[in-house]
């Protein structure tokens, strides 16, 4: 069964703004990940963060964790057409293989 | 290799027919996972491999599916008569986490059709 569930499914915004994804999840994890899928393309790791974090920073990305609530939040800042991908969070609960959501398409237009 | 290669990259094949996927992972990985992601969804777990160990088979659909990892390297998942609703990308990742977070790197996968 899915682990984590991406919110929304879908999100269409303009070059230049902020995107934010949102992952729910169910049972206590070890770590959450994000991975970016372009289209016909395999997955690439992003960034983790572990449970005892509760926020992170690589480049544009920003990720958030509450593992109070289970949910963690994926922000891409200044996005650009680029960014343009499904973007999917992953959890790790220690039984050594990641369980991924189904997953939110990003579109940046120019 | 530097990065994940699966083979075929792309298969078109009969419904009843068999097929055999590739995966080469990255030189040192030990462990070694088969997903397979349908139209549109999310990544459903199939298999993982430790080694040349299987210890967590609990995804493999059905039992036309099995997967072979030889000299802790390449492996290979078949599937045997396949049916239509086979038809998905099929996904192989590696990584090397003796301890500690388990970072998956992937492949670009094998699109299957199966007519």
């Known amino acids: 069964s899915q682990q984590g569930e991406e919110d929304p499914q879908a999100l269409s915004i303009q070059e230049g703004e902020n995107a934010t994804m949102n992952c729910s999840y169910k049972?206590?994890?070890?770590?959450l990940q994000w991975y970016r899928q372009n289209s016909g393309r395999g997955l690439v790791h992003l960034i983790l963060?572990?449970?005892?974090?509760r926020e992170k920073h690589s480049g544009r990305l920003r990720v958030t964790l509450d593992t109070s609530k289970k949910s963690s939040s994926l922000l891409i800042t200044a996005s650009r057409a680029a960014d343009t991908a499904s973007y999917f969070c992953a959890t790790d609960a220690g039984y050594s293989t990641l369980t991924f959501g189904k997953g939110t398409m990003l579109l940046v237009s120019p | 290799g530097a990065g994940v290669s699966q083979s075929p990259s792309n298969k078109v094949t009969e419904k009843g027919k068999d097929v055999e996927l590739r995966c080469d992972p990255i030189?040192?990985?030990?462990?070694l996972y088969w997903y397979r992601q349908s139209l549109g969804q999310g990544l459903e777990f199939l298999i993982y491999?430790?080694?040349?160990?299987?210890?967590?088979k609990s995804g493999l659909p059905s039992d036309r599916f099995s997967a072979e990892r030889t000299g802790g390297s390449v492996s290979t998942l078949t599937i045997q008569r396949t049916q239509q609703e086979d038809s998905a990308v099929y996904l192989c990742?590696?990584?090397?986490?003796?301890?500690?977070?388990?970072?998956?790197?992937f492949g670009a996968g094998s699109r299957l059709t199966v007519l």
């Open positions: 990742a590696s990584s090397f986490a003796p301890s500690g977070a388990n970072v998956l790197t």
């Open positions: 030189s040192g990985h030990t462990a």
């Open positions: 491999f430790q080694g040349n160990s299987a210890p967590d």
């Open positions: 963060i572990r449970s005892n974090e």
């Open positions: 049972t206590s994890i070890n770590n």
